[in-house]
């Protein structure tokens, strides 16, 4: 019998040709972005996060990999339709620290989930909601809600 996880979030999701934004960068620069969690409110430090983005325009130019390295905080909200989790904590990404909140939904509609948003604070936002297939998310804890 393993550990329950009354609230947390898993995902594989991946995204082509998004509309980012990059700070010091002018406008918006399109990418795919890649997003794997395995998150559990009961065990935040085992829990992992990363974001991966691919510049579509001028391939590895802005490329990069985020990876948490302390996840603080999870909460799940039961909505209508599905499940939102949202994520805090810190990540690096290019050797520097920064604090993000990702917000997952699973079962937008039917046959999609969504990153709601990323926001990697001073680095990186999504700029908005990403629709993904459904099932690349999957919301733990919000049926005990």
Known sequence: MGILCPCGVSVNAFSKRNHVELKGKCGTITGD???????????LGKS???LKFVDNECPSKN??????NAITSVV???????????????GIVNGKQYPFTAVFKD??????D????FVI???FDQNGAVFVPQGSITAIGCQTL
């Open 33 to 43: 972005l890649t997003y794997l969690a395995d998150v559990c409110i009961t065990t």
């Open 48 to 50: 992992t996060l990363s």
């Open 63 to 68: 490329d990069f990999l985020f990876t948490a």
């Open 76 to 90: 799940c909200q039961k909505e209508k339709l599905g499940c939102s989790v949202t994520v805090r904590g810190t």
């Open 107 to 112: 079962h937008v509609f039917p046959g999609h």
């Open 114 to 117: 969504s990153v709601r948003s």
């Open 121 to 123: 604070i001073g680095f």
